[in-house]
């Protein structure tokens, strides 16, 4: 067998060729390798307290999305509830049954049951709210920063005036508007619906700045003038080249405004706007309990309550995390 041109100690070694080989044999790593060796995991695994709330969230949210099996009753069944069993003390107290761990509320419900549809609901609405914002505010954002002139000026005035309606004088004219338009919708069907477009009206604003502050950036820079080169329409450019770049601080305001949207929704409904008793998220179980406070059942309020406290604490401090991880100040 003749030896190859590379076999013989004397001649010259070829670099090239070895690397080249060397490669061919190195093979890809997948996308979950690269996924957990990048710096964001790795930041992420070095923080307990991130690491602490994200399990919190993550517990909390497939305790409020598997609500019908992990609940131990059914609040929205109304044969299955009776006025003998309201205002029960929880388990531990004196007069307590081991059937309501939380106790139950004036209408016979068990409150842990509740507090779980109730998260679900509330989370339902935060959901919505910040997508239906999101939205909203990144399209507004980017056809104001990429087309500017007057468009730019309505849209960003348009905003200027928003500010000035807090969530909540926005959800009585939306509420108000909707009973007049459709006299014959209930509070039932329409709850959901006004919190949803409220709340995602109030919250367009920051992700319409930030976007168009972003895209005002990135209109100018080679790729985006290279593709108007080409002849390619401007709601392709803003879609295919401007979105990508501009949607990392997106998501850390929409983590925020989850928090932000959760807390506003408990706000209503506990003024009466919300959802209604049939239907509890954690703001109407707060209510209802309120008005029991003093005379001792305070089980009815301070665990939706802490519910409450818990999972926005928790939300708060992984977006807190995401915005510093997302910083390239702060690496």
């Known amino acids: ?103 139950t509320d004036d209408q016979g419900r068990d409150l842990l049951s509740a507090i779980l549809y109730g998260t679900r609901i509330s989370l339902a609405v935060g959901f919505a709210s910040v997508a239906f914002a999101a939205v909203l505010g990144i399209t507004l954002g980017l056809i104001a920063g990429y087309v500017g002139g007057a468009v730019d000026s309505v849209i960003m005035r348009i905003a200027d005036v928003q500010l000035t309606f807090p969530a909540i004088l926005i959800a009585l004219l939306i509420d108000g508007t909707t009973r007049g338009l459709f006299p014959g919708l209930t509070r039932e069907e329409s709850a959901f619906y006004v919190l949803t477009i409220s709340l995602g009206l109030s919250f367009w604003v920051q992700y319409a700045r930030t976007v168009r502050g972003s895209t005002l950036v990135e209109a100018n820079k080679e790729y985006v003038l290279a593709a108007k080169l080409i002849g390619l329409p401007s709601w392709l450019i803003m879609l295919r080249h401007v979105l990508p770049n501009v949607v990392g601080p ?62 926005v604490l928790s939300v708060n401090l992984l977006g807190d995390w995401l915005r510093d991880a997302l910083n390239p100040r702060l690496r």
């Open 1 to 103: 067998m003749s030896a190859g041109p590379n076999d013989d100690p004397d001649l010259p070694v070829d670099n090239a060729a070895r690397e080249s080989r060397a490669m061919m044999t190195v093979r890809p790593r997948g996308f979950v390798t690269r996924a957990l060796g990048s710096d964001l995991v790795f930041a992420f695994l070095r923080s307990r307290l991130t690491v602490v709330a994200a399990i919190v969230t993550l517990t909390i949210f497939l305790a409020a999305a598997f609500a019908p099996w992990v609940a131990p009753h059914d609040p929205f069944d109304l044969a299955s509830l009776s006025l003998l069993d309201s205002l029960t003390p929880p388990a531990w107290e004196n007069g307590g049954s081991a059937s309501y761990i939380l106790g």
């Open 250 to 311: 997106v998501l850390v305001i929409a983590t925020i405004n989850l928090a932000l949207a959760i807390i506003t929704e408990a706000t209503l409904s506990f003024l009466g706007v919300g959802v209604p008793p049939t239907q509890p998220s954690l703001g109407t179980l707060i209510r209802i309990g309120q008005d029991y406070l003093f005379s001792g059942e305070w089980w009815i309020t301070m665990f939706p309550g802490a519910m409450l406290a818990i999972l």
